[in-house]
């Protein structure tokens, strides 16, 4: 499976940036598995629905129409693209991608996305659990106080309140949950290419991909 590509990796590590670059180079298209979970996020916050209510959660990902086209993405023919990019969300999105039946929710959508070929695939598990099978996977990586520095460049652009000291505890915490989590918990595979981006430019990290592309 030489055209699909995933690059998975923790939060602020520049994978975004990286597998769009990377998928524009290529010509392929770009998947961020991150926005479908924010976007479920996005759905429970609106129903008011309790995070850790497994049936409640079900429910949600049996009723919700999760649509991508290009940039935007879409829930129930609501534009969501702006709202789930804030703290808030990211924080929800992290607690309720914990829950296997979000994961086996999004999981067959993801898939679909990934065989229509020609696919960039960023996530936390899109080497390990979406596409294990995919023979260049990558897994990009940065110090948490340079992850923490880029994802406040971020924030401040949506929330001029953010802080970096609250940035900084909130990736902690998300290492923690996505790392620890018993279902498809972030990990670096045997068979995934280690890159450490802190001390790396954009156009270096593209060119060290490209580098080991199969």
Excluded: C
Excluded at 125 to 142: H, M, S
Excluded at 146 to 170: F, G, V
């Amino acid at each position: 499976m030489k055209n699909v590509i995933t690059i998975d990796g923790p939060s602020g590590s520049g994978k975004g940036t990286i597998s769009k670059l990377l998928a524009g180079k290529l010509g392929y298209n770009y998947l961020d598995t991150g926005a479908l979970y924010r976007a479920v996020a996005w759905k429970v916050r609106e129903e008011k629905t309790d995070p850790d209510n497994e049936e409640a959660l079900k429910r949600i990902m049996e009723d919700i129409k999760i649509t991508i086209n290009g940039d935007r993405i879409f829930v129930d023919r609501t534009d969501v693209s702006a709202d789930i990019r804030t703290a808030e969300i990211g924080e929800l999105s992290s607690r309720v991608s914990a829950k296997p039946v979000v994961r086996a929710g999004l999981f067959s959508l993801q898939r679909e996305m990934g065989l229509k070929g020609n696919v960039v695939i960023e996530g936390r598990d899109t080497g390990t659990a979406i596409f294990p099978e995919a023979e260049n996977k990558f897994y990009l990586d940065a110090s948490l106080e340079e992850r923490a520095r880029r994802r406040y460049r971020e924030l401040t652009l949506l929330d001029p309140e953010a802080s970096i000291s609250q940035t900084i505890e909130d990736i902690r915490n998300r290492d923690a949950r996505d790392s620890s989590r018993e279902s498809s918990p972030l990990k670096k595979a045997d068979d995934m290419i280690y890159i450490d981006s802190t001390h790396l430019r954009i156009d270096e990290v593209v060119a060290k991909i490209l580098d080991h592309l199969k």
